[in-house]
């Protein structure tokens, strides 16, 4: 399992702690850092059965600067955008050998047990 990680964000800290917690065995990507490329990123959306769309931060300013908003729906230009501006990733997302998902609350974490 691998949680894709932003220290500073308090939602990916606790859902770090909340695996620490029912100590589950994990892999820290400090996807910031270490930015997920455009297959990376593709095969985390097929698991999680989304689109680029659905997991891009819309509010951030780069997103703005973008005008992602308005930005056609075409899969390979979202996942082009997301692996240039990682910062634009929904944090944190857990992905397992079979799933991906965006762990924003305890409930979402929970659900791995």
């Given at each position: 399992?691998?949680i894709w990680?932003?220290?500073?964000?308090?939602?990916?800290?606790?859902?770090?702690?909340a695996?620490?917690?029912?100590?589950?065995?994990?892999?820290e990507?400090?996807?910031?850092?270490?930015?997920?490329?455009?297959?990376?990123?593709?095969?985390?959306?097929?698991?999680?059965g989304?689109e680029p769309w659905?997991?891009?931060?819309l509010g951030?300013?780069?997103?703005?600067e973008?005008?992602l908003?308005a930005?056609?729906r075409?899969?390979?230009?979202?996942?082009?955008?997301?692996?240039?501006?990682?910062?634009?990733?929904?944090?944190?997302?857990?992905?397992?050998?079979?799933?991906a998902?965006?762990?924003?609350?305890?409930?979402?974490?929970?659900?791995?047990?």
């Open positions: 399992m691998e990680h932003n220290p500073r964000c308090s939602k990916s800290r606790a859902a770090k702690q695996l620490d917690t029912a100590g589950v065995e994990y892999v990507r400090r996807y910031l850092d270490d930015a997920p490329t455009v297959a990376e990123l593709a095969a985390v959306l097929d698991k999680m989304a659905d997991i891009t931060r951030e300013a780069r997103a703005k973008l005008g908003a930005l056609p075409d899969r390979e230009v979202w996942l082009e955008v997301l692996a240039a501006n990682p910062v634009l990733v929904e944090r944190p997302i857990i992905v397992t050998g079979t799933t998902f965006v762990a924003r609350t305890e409930e979402a974490v929970r659900s791995l047990g």
